[in-house]
């Protein structure tokens, strides 16, 4: 087999798959799990529903470059960004968002943010939704909990918004996904269980429609404090 060190020593591009290559034994790297789904195809719309059109006021060119966005160990100020959508079909009665962003070895998608029960006559989540469980505007929303597999089920993130780190998977730029859900229902979660696991199964079934914002964000994105 041909040794690959110079092109480990240059940088080897990153492949999104389920193998990575180990530079000190050039031998592909295999998950130890298979990559889960994101929530948008866990819990997917009934079939022939219209997508929902999701939008942010706070990104340009589809990539995070303002640092209110980051989270506050790079320099950030882990603020919510704003997120719009269209309205649901008929029988919406409730909305829930979910954003998550993909890249690395991670088994599962990283889930920075939660939030369900959100009104049906809301269309917007506004820049700069505090952490607080229970969301003021709009009223009734609440704050789920973030969830990675790093936590392997023994840690619980935090309720609200967690921004992206840039050095996370080495800085490489990879995709975040914002997820919006219309339901038939609310989902009358325990906030304190309101993870990944827990928002997919109480969704199953009372999907009317759905639609994502997705946005990419690497080292090169980030825009340190002046």
Same mark, same amino acid.
């Given at each position: 087999?041909?040794?690959?060190?110079?092109?480990?020593?240059?940088?080897?591009?990153?492949?999104? !798959?389920?193998?990575?290559?180990?530079?000190?034994?050039?031998?592909?790297?295999?998950?130890? =799990?298979?990559?889960?789904?994101?929530?948008?195809?866990?819990?997917?719309?009934?079939?022939?529903?219209?997508?929902?059109?999701?939008?942010?006021?706070?990104?340009?060119?589809?990539?995070?470059?303002?640092?209110?966005?980051?989270?506050?160990?790079?320099?950030?100020?882990?603020?919510?960004?704003?997120? @719009?959508? @269209?309205?649901?079909?008929?029988?919406?009665?409730?909305?829930? #968002?979910?954003?998550?962003? /993909?890249?690395?070895?991670?088994?599962?998608?990283?889930?920075?943010?939660?939030?369900?029960?959100?009104?049906?006559?809301?269309?917007? #989540?506004?820049?700069?939704?505090? &952490?607080?469980?229970?969301? &003021?505007?709009?009223?009734?929303?609440?704050?789920?909990?973030?969830?990675? @597999?790093?936590?392997?089920?023994?840690?619980?993130?935090?309720?609200?918004?967690?921004?992206?780190?840039?050095?996370?998977?080495?800085?490489?730029?990879?995709?975040?996904?914002? /997820?919006?859900? !219309? #339901?038939? =229902? &609310?989902?009358?979660?325990?906030?304190?269980?309101?993870?990944?696991?827990?928002?997919?199964?109480?969704?199953?079934?009372?999907?009317?429609?759905?639609?994502?914002?997705?946005?990419?964000?690497?080292? /090169?994105?980030? &825009?340190?404090?002046?």
């Amino acid at each position: 087999m041909r040794s690959v060190p110079r092109l480990c020593a240059a940088g080897m591009t990153f492949l999104a !798959a389920a193998a990575t290559m180990d530079c000190a034994t050039a031998q592909p790297r295999e998950r130890a =799990r298979p990559i889960t789904p994101r929530v948008i195809a866990l819990a997917s719309a009934q079939t022939g529903a219209p997508a929902i059109t999701v939008t942010s006021p706070d990104f340009a060119n589809q990539n995070y470059r303002d640092r209110r966005f980051f989270q506050t160990v790079v320099g950030g100020l882990n603020m919510a960004p704003g997120v @719009s959508w @269209s309205a649901g079909p008929a029988g919406t009665q409730s909305y829930v #968002l979910v954003m998550e962003g /993909e890249g690395g070895e991670r088994t599962d998608p990283t889930v920075h943010w939660i939030v369900y029960d959100i009104p049906a006559t809301a269309t917007r #989540l506004p820049t700069g939704i505090p &952490k607080d469980v229970y969301i &003021k505007e709009p009223a009734g929303a609440i704050n789920g909990r973030e969830d990675s @597999s790093v936590f392997h089920g023994t840690v619980d993130g935090e309720p609200g918004y967690r921004g992206p780190n840039f050095s996370a998977d080495g800085g490489r730029p990879h995709p975040y996904h914002f /997820e919006v859900f !219309a #339901l038939d =229902r &609310k989902l009358g979660l325990d906030p304190a269980q309101a993870k990944r696991k827990a928002v997919v199964d109480a969704m199953r079934g009372h999907v009317l429609a759905s639609g994502e914002l997705v946005v990419k964000f690497g080292a /090169e994105n980030f &825009k340190p404090s002046e």
